[in-house]
């Protein structure tokens, strides 16, 4: 191939692809596209984080809730006082 072939393939490919040039509002499409993919993305990242989370914060809250049932005394004295007050109004 000389210069003058590859000059004229090159003149035939710009003349076969002028009308290609991107449509008024093209990049609106896309951005409106990609905002569309991006919330449904986010939706499908909540849902797949929530199938750990969920299960974990659960047992936590089992875990403590059996924690704080097994507690017999008063944890703190001002507590300890307000009931006694309590007690004694009743």
């Known amino acids: 191939m000389n210069d003058e072939s590859v000059q004229r ?5 710009s003349a076969r692809t002028r009308a290609l040039a991107p449509n008024p509002g093209f990049r609106a499409r896309v951005m409106s596209a990609l905002a569309v993919d991006a919330s449904a993305a986010f939706r499908a ?6 199938r750990r989370f969920v299960p974990v914060a659960v047992l936590i809250a089992v875990v403590s809730l059996g924690w704080a049932a097994q507690i017999d005394g008063v944890s703190s004295a001002a ?4 009931e006694d007050t309590q007690e004694l109004e009743w």
Do not use: F, M, P, T
Request: glycine share 0%; proline share 0%; hydrophobic share 60%.
């Open 9 to 13: 393939r090159l003149d035939e490919l």
């Open 45 to 50: 990242e909540i849902v797949r984080s929530a």
């Open 79 to 82: 507590i300890a006082v307000v």
